[in-house]
């Protein structure tokens, strides 16, 4: 079955840019009509939508993290990453990859990576 | 934005226990609305979906109704295995929002 792995750094400087890939295995990133979302979560504390990407390259952002993020695909690779400029202390959280999936009504998030800490710090 | 308000923030109650978990939106979602666990130290699960689906595998003591501004998540027998966070999700095509959670406890 598709499972789901976050790769990168789990430190990061202030002002930087955190980047992460996402590495979809047991199945196409292209087959089926699905989004592929990255949501993050600080310690002890609720879930957040970052933004995601369809395998055309079209992408909704999170309004309040638009300026600063990027999301990009590589089918040749079956990855999706996540840029974030000019992080923060407040982007230190785990962040996840998950598949958005098409229920016909709603889309949710089926599949999840398990999870890569990213700890913003000098 | 959809802004979700999620109640109560915790909850404890005895094994066999019946679990209410509310969810409210700001405006009209229809029915696109969607429950997950998370257990510590676990990425989320989903166990409902458009409101009242139970996603395949998930336990029937698991539901989930409501449409428009008013959800309600329920557990029929509360499971010591079923001690986790839960957390309903909107769906808007152009932002998705998470409620707060709801931390379960074992009483």
């Known amino acids: 079955q598709v499972q789901l792995q976050e790769s990168g750094p789990g430190l990061v400087k202030p002002s930087q840019t955190l980047s992460l890939t996402c590495t979809v295995s047991?199945?196409?990133?292209?087959?089926?009509?699905?989004?592929w979302s990255w949501i993050r979560q600080p310690a002890g504390k609720g879930l957040e939508w970052i933004g995601r990407?369809?395998?055309?390259?079209?992408?909704n952002y999170n309004p309040s993290l638009k300026s600063r993020v990027t999301i990009s695909v590589d089918t040749s690779k079956n990855q999706f990453s996540l840029k974030l400029s000019s992080v923060t202390a407040a982007d230190t959280a785990v962040y996840y990859c998950?598949?958005?999936?098409?229920?016909?009504?709603?889309?949710?998030?089926?599949?999840w990576g398990q999870g890569t800490m990213v700890t913003v710090s000098s | 934005d959809i802004q979700m308000t999620q109640s109560p923030s915790s909850l404890s109650a005895s094994v066999g226990d019946r679990v209410t978990i509310t969810c409210q939106a700001s405006?009209?979602?229809?029915?696109?609305l969607n429950w997950y666990q998370q257990k510590p130290g676990k990425a989320p699960k989903l166990l409902i979906y458009?409101?009242?689906n139970l996603e395949t595998g998930v336990p029937s003591r698991f539901s989930g109704s409501g449409s428009g501004t008013d959800f309600t998540f329920t557990i029929s027998s509360l499971q010591p295995e079923d001690i986790a966070t839960y957390y309903c999700?909107?769906?808007?095509?152009?932002?998705?929002?998470f409620g707060q959670g709801t931390r379960l406890e074992i009483k």
């Open positions: 998950a598949r958005d999936a098409d229920y016909g009504g709603s889309n949710a998030f089926d599949i």
């Open positions: 047991g199945g196409s990133i292209s087959s089926g009509s699905y989004y």
């Open positions: 990407i369809y395998t055309s390259g079209s992408t």
């Open positions: 405006q009209d979602i229809s029915n696109y």
């Open positions: 458009d409101a009242s």
């Open positions: 999700q909107q769906y808007d095509n152009l932002l998705i929002t």
